[in-house]
C-alpha cells in the first residue's frame, strides 16, 4: 500500500473539516470533490458562492457534501471582526478596516482555524507563499515552546529501500531563507515530530552538509554540526524518541554501506527518514530535483510550529498532491487533539 493510502485509511475512520481559502480554483474544486468521494474529509470553501458553482458546473464538478462559504457575507464575519479587534496588531483597526482584512479568504480561513470552526487548512495553490503565511503567523498561535514557523515536505518514492519504507521527510524547503543554528535545530525536532505523527516509527533526522563529521572544517559544516548537538539536547529535554546526526552527506545519511563507512556509530547514517537542509536553496532544489528526476510524490510544505494543522502549496500543485496533502493535514490534526487538548481557541495570539 502506498503511503498516502496509509493516510487515506486512516482518515476515513475520523474525517476531518479542511478548509480551503481557493475555492474557485479548479483543482481544488476537483481535489475537494475527490475527497468527498474517497470519505477522508468534510472539505470547506471560500469565494463568491455564485462563481464557485459556475466554475463547478464548467468543471463537471458535484458540490455535494462540500460547505460554502462567502467571507463578504458570512454569518460570523461580524465576530471574526470584533476577535481580531481584541489583538494587540489589529487594536487601532476600526469596523471598516477589520472587515476589510477578513473578506480576504486567506484571512478568514486562518480565523476559521484559530477557533475551531475548521480542523485543517489548505492553500496556496494559485497565489505566492506570503499572502496566505502571512495571515497564518498572524492569526494562529504557534506551539509552546516554538518562537517561528518552518516548513516540511514529505516525499514518497518509488523505491522503498530509501527513508521509512521510500517515504522522506524534507525540511525547511519553503519558509526560512537562511535559517541559524537554534532555528535549525527546532526545525529539526519538529520534521521529527511530523515523521513519528505520521509513519508511527522513530524518526532518523540526519543534518546535511556537504561534509561527514568534521570532514571539512568549513563554518557551513560547523554550523550543522553545533545545529544537531543543539536539537539532540532539546529532544531528550522534551523526552522526544528520536534519533538525531549530524553533520552528514546526503550520501551518507541515505546508504547503509556508506554510512556504516563514514559514520560507524551512527544511528542514522544510512538510514535517515528525515532530512535538514542548511538552507533554503539546497532543501527548495532537492526537493524539486527528487520530485520531477525521480517521480516522488511530493506532499507539502506542510507548515511545522502552528498550534493548528496547515499546508502552503506550490502553485504547480496537482490535484493528487492537494489532495494528499489535504489527507496529511486532517492526520495531522487527529494527532494533534492529542497532543494538544487544549487547543486555546478561545485565546488571542499576541503578536
Not at 30 to 37: I, L, P, S, T
Not at 116 to 130: E, M, R, T
Request: charged residues 20%; hydrophobic residues 45%.
Amino acid at each position: 500500500m502506498k503511503f498516502i493510502e496509509t493516510v487515506f485509511s486512516k482518515l476515513q475512520r475520523h474525517p476531518k473539516r479542511i478548509v480551503f481559502p481557493e475555492g474557485t480554483e479548479p483543482r481544488v474544486l476537483h481535489a475537494a470533490a475527490e475527497m468527498v468521494k474517497l470519505k477522508i474529509a468534510a472539505p470547506i470553501l471560500l469565494g463568491n458562492i455564485a462563481e464557485i458553482q459556475r466554475i463547478a458546473a464548467i468543471e463537471g464538478v458535484n458540490l455535494s457534501h462540500i460547505g460554502l462559504i462567502d467571507p463578504a457575507s458570512a454569518s460570523d464575519l461580524p465576530m471574526f471582526c470584533t476577535w481580531l479587534n481584541r489583538m494587540q496588531r489589529y487594536r487601532n483597526l476600526g469596523p471598516g478596516e477589520a472587515q476589510s482584512f477578513l473578506v480576504n479568504p486567506n484571512y478568514f480561513a486562518a480565523m476559521m482555524i484559530q477557533h475551531g470552526q475548521a480542523d485543517g487548512l489548505v492553500g496556496g495553490v494559485s497565489g505566492y507563499a506570503g499572502s496566505l503565511l502571512r495571515p497564518l503567523f498572524q492569526l494562529v498561535k504557534p506551539l509552546p515552546d516554538v518562537s517561528f514557523i518552518s516548513s516540511c515536505m514529505v516525499m514518497a518514492l518509488n523505491d522503498s529501500t530509501y527513508g521509512e519504507n521510500g517515504v522522506l521527510f524534507f525540511a525547511d524547503c519553503a519558509v526560512i531563507p537562511e535559517p541559524t543554528i537554534p532555528q535549525l535545530s527546532q526545525i529539526g525536532v519538529q520534521a521529527g515530530k511530523l515523521c513519528a505523527q505520521l509513519t508511527g516509527t522513530r524518526p532518523r533526522v540526519a543534518f546535511l552538509s556537504f561534509s561527514t563529521k568534521g570532514s571539512s572544517k568549513h563554518p557551513s559544516a560547523e554550523k550543522m554540526a553545533a545545529a544537531t548537538a543543539l536539537a539532540k539536547k532539546a529532544a531528550e529535554k522534551a523526552e522526544m524518541d528520536m534519533e538525531i546526526d549530524g553533520e552528514l552527506q546526503a550520501d551518507t545519511a541515505l546508504l547503509p554501506e556508506l554510512g556504516h563507512r563514514k559514520a560507524p556509530n551512527s544511528l542514522v547514517a544510512g538510514q535517515a527518514n528525515v532530512l535538514i537542509f542548511p538552507d533554503l536553496n539546497s532543501g527548495n532544489i532537492s526537493a524539486k530535483l527528487v520530485e520531477h528526476l525521480a517521480g516522488a510524490e511530493a506532499y507539502g510544505q506542510i507548515l511545522l510550529g502552528l498550534s493548528k494543522p496547515c499546508a502552503d502549496l506550490s502553485r504547480g500543485a496537482t490535484v493528487e498532491t492537494i489532495v494528499g496533502a489535504a489527507a496529511i493535514v486532517g492526520l495531522q490534526a487527529i494527532q494533534y487533539r492529542k497532543l494538544y487538548p487544549s487547543d486555546g481557541t478561545e485565546d488571542q495570539p499576541e503578536i
